[in-house]
């Protein structure tokens, strides 16, 4: 019997995703971002599933010392660089290539031996105010890492957009203004996009894009949806009834008993709630698919599960699959109602939910 809940991933939409996103930056190689897990999916799955990608895109050294031990021979960038010098001698030994940020990253670079130069992405502080050196540093650092012989040639150049998700930001232009103006005369590859840049600000593409929601069929932009960028969900969460009860006009259901029935009707009980992962603050009348309808929550989400009003008329069995989110009922719309993001629901699943490719 399949384990519930459970996040069913589908490998042939990660795979469309990926054709889809090479086809939305046909000049670029892709990046695919796979930190936090694979956003919820499961790391080695994901990279399992994307073996044409480019390269990974990682936040943790942890996260790429997974990817080689299950094999991956891909190219591997941590978005984040290192935080110990102890981690430049994981770098060369595992061919990994890091961002730098911050001079402390620069001083570890300066001071340490090793046995072969790590390739570097220096990131500019283009007006997100993050992380990275902002134009009036970046000479100096860029200089400084061109004379380090830790450091392999040329350097590779990024920045971070903060607003492209809003297709009407001017901040994104702005953004791209000051890193090419930066960069106009120099050698290595460039990196400014992630998923909204990519599917928004075409210009903004460059040699590589970073892309992790799209990839994952999720659209990064409010109000749209990943299928309307030709994108596939590759998540179904999955879930069943473990009770279905009439209830009466009236009744309360669950803790606080603040929700009370307007007419008789029948409650199912789904066995998912916060431990899970599924957020405590879903409000009334955030979806559930159950049986080929939405059906809406009813009281609050407890521990282990959460109440949803199948209607008087209703034929639910116990046993029945209760679908959270997935290709019948997007995760941004459930994202929506919850008042979070899609990037939030997908990365917060528990170890209790079992991460199934198919
Ligand atoms: C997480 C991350 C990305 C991917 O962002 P999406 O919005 O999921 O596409 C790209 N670049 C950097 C530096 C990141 O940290």
Not at 120 to 148: A, N
Not at 205 to 234: C, E, K, N, T
Not at 298 to 315: E, K, W
Request: one cysteine or more; hydrophobic letters at 40%; proline letters at 5%.
């Amino acid at each position: 019997m399949k384990p519930f809940p459970r996040a069913e991933i589908s490998r042939s939409a990660l795979q469309h995703n990926m054709k889809r996103l090479c086809e939305i930056a046909p000049s670029s190689q892709v990046m695919a971002v796979v930190k936090a897990n694979g956003y919820g999916h499961g790391l080695l799955n994901v990279a399992s599933c994307l073996d044409t990608a480019d390269g990974f895109g990682l936040a943790r050294l942890e996260e790429a010392l997974i990817l080689r031990s299950g094999g991956v021979k891909a190219k591997l960038l941590l978005l984040e660089g290192v935080f110990r010098t102890e981690d430049l001698y994981k770098l060369v030994e595992h061919d990994i290539e890091t961002v730098v940020h911050h001079s402390s990253q620069l001083d570890m670079l300066e001071k340490v031996t090793l046995s072969s130069p790590v390739q570097v992405w220096l990131k500019i502080d283009s007006g997100m105010h993050r992380l990275g050196f902002t134009p009036e540093e970046f000479h100096l650092m860029y200089e400084r890492l061109m004379q380090c012989d830790n450091v392999a040639k040329p350097v590779h150049l990024m920045t971070h957009f903060a607003c492209a998700d809003e297709p009407n930001n001017p901040m994104t232009s702005a953004q791209f203004e000051v890193f090419s103006g930066l960069t106009r005369d120099l050698p290595g590859h460039r990196t400014l996009a992630n998923s909204a840049g990519t599917l928004y600000w075409k210009e903004t593409q460059a040699d590589w894009v970073r892309a992790g929601i799209a990839l994952y069929g999720v659209s990064p932009v409010i109000g749209d949806l990943g299928r309307d960028h030709g994108l596939l969900p590759a998540m179904d969460l999955v879930s069943r009834l473990i009770a279905v009860r009439r209830h009466k006009a009236g009744e309360p259901v669950g803790y606080g008993s603040h929700w009370l029935a307007k007419q008789d009707t029948q409650l199912g009980i789904v066995a998912i709630g916060y431990g899970d992962g599924y957020p405590r603050n879903a409000p009334e009348g955030t979806p559930v698919w159950i049986n080929g309808r939405l059906v809406p929550i009813v009281g609050r989400v407890s521990m282990d599960m959460l109440s949803v009003d199948l209607g008087i008329d209703a034929s639910d069995q116990v046993g029945d699959e209760a679908v959270l989110w997935g290709s019948e009922l997007p995760v941004e719309v459930v994202a929506e109602h919850i008042g979070t993001i899609a990037y939030e629901l997908v990365t917060k699943l528990t170890p209790r939910v079992a991460v199934c490719l198919d």
